[in-house]
Protein backbone atom coordinates (compact mmCIF):
# COMPACT_ATOMS: atom_id res chain seq x y z
CA UNK A 1 0.00 0.00 0.00
CA UNK A 2 2.75 2.44 0.12
CA UNK A 3 3.22 2.33 -3.04
CA UNK A 4 -0.02 3.31 -3.67
CA UNK A 5 0.42 6.77 -1.26
CA UNK A 6 3.52 7.05 -3.61
CA UNK A 7 1.85 7.73 -6.82
CA UNK A 8 -1.07 9.52 -5.25
CA UNK A 9 -3.29 6.37 -5.98
CA UNK A 10 -5.94 6.46 -3.09
CA UNK A 11 -8.71 4.35 -4.25
CA UNK A 12 -5.79 1.45 -5.24
CA UNK A 13 -4.91 2.23 -1.64
CA UNK A 14 -8.66 1.89 -0.05
CA UNK A 15 -9.05 -1.53 -2.47
CA UNK A 16 -6.05 -3.24 -0.94
CA UNK A 17 -7.10 -2.26 2.25
CA UNK A 18 -10.67 -3.08 1.97
CA UNK A 19 -9.17 -6.68 0.58
CA UNK A 20 -6.89 -7.02 3.24
CA UNK A 21 -10.57 -6.84 5.88
CA UNK A 22 -11.99 -9.27 3.58
CA UNK A 23 -9.15 -11.66 4.12
CA UNK A 24 -8.81 -11.06 7.44
CA UNK A 25 -12.99 -11.71 7.80
CA UNK A 26 -12.92 -15.08 5.82
CA UNK A 27 -10.10 -16.13 8.43
CA UNK A 28 -12.41 -14.90 11.45
CA UNK A 29 -10.00 -12.12 12.40
CA UNK A 30 -12.68 -10.36 12.89
CA UNK A 31 -10.72 -7.54 14.58
CA UNK A 32 -8.18 -7.31 11.97
CA UNK A 33 -10.59 -7.05 8.94
CA UNK A 34 -12.89 -4.21 11.33
CA UNK A 35 -9.54 -2.00 11.73
CA UNK A 36 -8.86 -2.82 7.35
CA UNK A 37 -12.70 -1.90 6.72
CA UNK A 38 -12.49 1.50 8.83
CA UNK A 39 -9.05 2.20 7.34
CA UNK A 40 -10.86 1.60 3.65
CA UNK A 41 -13.72 4.30 4.51
CA UNK A 42 -12.59 7.28 4.50
CA UNK A 43 -10.30 7.04 1.65
CA UNK A 44 -13.45 5.13 -0.35
CA UNK A 45 -15.08 8.44 0.43
CA UNK A 46 -12.40 10.81 -0.41
CA UNK A 47 -12.75 9.49 -3.92
CA UNK A 48 -16.23 9.09 -3.71
CA UNK A 49 -16.38 5.84 -4.45
CA UNK A 50 -19.70 4.71 -3.31
CA UNK A 51 -19.35 1.23 -3.94
CA UNK A 52 -16.30 0.52 -1.78
CA UNK A 53 -18.07 2.63 0.75
CA UNK A 54 -21.07 0.25 0.57
CA UNK A 55 -19.17 -2.77 0.72
CA UNK A 56 -17.19 -1.84 3.62
CA UNK A 57 -20.01 -0.85 5.61
CA UNK A 58 -21.42 -4.42 4.70
CA UNK A 59 -18.62 -5.57 6.07
CA UNK A 60 -18.56 -4.14 9.14
CA UNK A 61 -22.00 -5.31 9.47
CA UNK A 62 -20.90 -8.92 8.99
CA UNK A 63 -18.74 -8.74 11.88
CA UNK A 64 -20.98 -7.11 14.04
CA UNK A 65 -23.21 -10.08 13.35
CA UNK A 66 -20.66 -12.88 13.77
CA UNK A 67 -20.35 -10.83 16.88
CA UNK A 68 -23.92 -11.47 17.59
CA UNK A 69 -24.57 -7.63 17.64
CA UNK A 70 -27.76 -7.86 15.61
CA UNK A 71 -28.55 -3.89 16.01
CA UNK A 72 -25.45 -2.86 14.81
CA UNK A 73 -25.35 -5.58 12.22
CA UNK A 74 -28.94 -4.22 11.02
CA UNK A 75 -27.52 -0.68 10.85
CA UNK A 76 -24.71 -0.90 8.98
CA UNK A 77 -26.70 -3.61 6.43
CA UNK A 78 -29.41 -0.73 6.10
CA UNK A 79 -26.71 1.72 5.35
CA UNK A 80 -25.07 -0.19 3.12
CA UNK A 81 -28.33 -1.04 1.53
CA UNK A 82 -29.19 3.09 1.06
CA UNK A 83 -25.90 3.37 -0.98
CA UNK A 84 -26.36 0.34 -2.99
CA UNK A 85 -29.52 1.80 -4.33
CA UNK A 86 -28.62 5.15 -4.95
CA UNK A 87 -25.84 3.88 -7.20
CA UNK A 88 -28.44 0.95 -8.76
CA UNK A 89 -26.10 -1.68 -7.89
CA UNK A 90 -28.73 -4.66 -7.73
CA UNK A 91 -26.53 -7.82 -7.25
CA UNK A 92 -25.32 -5.68 -3.93
CA UNK A 93 -28.84 -4.77 -3.22
CA UNK A 94 -29.82 -8.39 -3.16
CA UNK A 95 -26.78 -9.40 -1.26
CA UNK A 96 -27.88 -6.61 1.49
CA UNK A 97 -31.32 -7.66 1.95
CA UNK A 98 -30.38 -11.20 2.35
CA UNK A 99 -27.78 -10.27 4.55
CA UNK A 100 -30.93 -7.85 6.57
CA UNK A 101 -33.15 -11.47 6.62
CA UNK A 102 -30.29 -13.20 8.18
CA UNK A 103 -30.05 -10.43 11.42
CA UNK A 104 -34.21 -10.74 11.67
CA UNK A 105 -34.07 -14.47 11.68
CA UNK A 106 -31.55 -13.98 14.70
CA UNK A 107 -32.37 -15.51 17.92
CA UNK A 108 -31.99 -12.48 19.59
CA UNK A 109 -33.67 -10.39 16.92
CA UNK A 110 -37.42 -8.82 17.45
CA UNK A 111 -40.21 -11.11 16.17
CA UNK A 112 -43.50 -9.64 13.94
CA UNK A 113 -46.33 -10.86 15.93
CA UNK A 114 -47.52 -14.81 15.34
CA UNK A 115 -51.08 -13.08 14.86
CA UNK A 116 -50.43 -10.86 12.06
CA UNK A 117 -47.30 -10.03 9.66
CA UNK A 118 -46.15 -7.07 8.55
CA UNK A 119 -49.14 -6.28 5.89
CA UNK A 120 -51.58 -7.18 8.52
CA UNK A 121 -52.10 -10.85 6.97
CA UNK A 122 -51.80 -14.24 9.41
CA UNK A 123 -48.47 -15.29 9.63
CA UNK A 124 -46.77 -18.62 10.32
CA UNK A 125 -43.57 -17.33 11.96
CA UNK A 126 -42.55 -19.15 14.61
CA UNK A 127 -41.45 -17.41 17.87
Given amino acids: MPR ?9 EANSIKGLGDVALARSQRD ?18 VLGEADSIQ ?3 DIARARSEHDAARARYE ?3 ALYQR ?3 PYSIGF ?6 QVSEAP ?6 P ?7 RSTTRT
Avoid: M, N, W
Avoid at 96 to 101: G, M, S, V
Avoid at 108 to 113: E, K, L, Q, T, V
Avoid at 115 to 121: A, I, K, L, V
Fill in 4 to 12: YRQVGDVLG
Fill in 32 to 49: AACAAYERALPLYRRVGD
Fill in 59 to 61: GLG
Fill in 79 to 81: TAL
Fill in 87 to 89: IAA
Fill in 96 to 101: AHQRLA
Fill in 108 to 113: SAPRIS
Fill in 115 to 121: RRGRHGR
